[in-house]
């Protein structure tokens, strides 16, 4: 499926260091064999390509406030799986707006309450997510995050291709 009819998927891009630590917790405890991201945290899952043009130009506009702040919080459980649980009204507040302006577009996950998250471990036993979840949790000190900006992908056979990204300014 060639990019431009490709559903598009739009995610917070993560801060160097930040991205470093969930990807290296998503690559020790997500299945190998299943794992063909890198760590990632999705504002909405499933846009059509047809709003690609306006939907840039929105991104663009909202990366001209300042940089959310972002903080992890603790773990999610995912019922087979764990993940990063992530706060921040500033990104909820982002995410609404531009969840009101393509309301018409939504799919049912992305009309859904949001529940800010960076997944790290996914497709195991719900046994095994709740212990991986459990065991984190035990250490975990909440650490703020920097999120750089927000991207725009296509979601082709699993894979994210790059479509925009756009830096906060503000």
């Given at each position: 499926?060639?990019a431009?009819t490709a559903?598009l998927?739009v995610?917070a ?17 997500y299945?190998?064999d299943?794992?063909r991201l890198?760590?990632h945290?999705?504002?909405f899952?499933?846009?059509?390509p ?11 506009d909202?990366?001209r ?20 649980r ?6 909820l ?7 009101d302006?393509f309301?018409?577009?939504?799919t049912?996950?992305d009309?859904s309450d ?5 997944t ?5 036993s ?15 000190t ?6 750089e ?22």
């Open positions: 499926m060639p431009e559903p998927i995610s891009w993560l801060g160097g260091e930040d991205f470093a630590w969930l990807d290296g917790l998503r690559r020790t405890y299945p190998p299943r794992n890198p760590a945290l999705t504002l899952r499933h846009l059509p047809s709003i690609a043009p306006e939907l840039r130009s929105r991104l663009a909202a990366c406030a300042p940089r959310p702040a972002v903080e992890a919080v603790g773990f999610l459980d995912l019922d087979g799986g764990t993940a990063v992530v706060i921040s009204p500033a990104l507040s982002l995410r609404a707006d531009l969840a302006v309301a018409g577009s939504l049912p996950q009309r949001w529940r800010p998250h960076v790290i471990q996914n497709k195991v719900v046994a095994e997510g709740r212990a991986l979840a459990a065991r984190l949790a035990a250490t975990f909440p650490r703020r995050l920097r999120i900006g927000l991207a725009c992908s296509a979601y082709q056979r699993g894979l994210w291709t790059p479509i925009s990204r756009h830096m906060f300014r503000g």
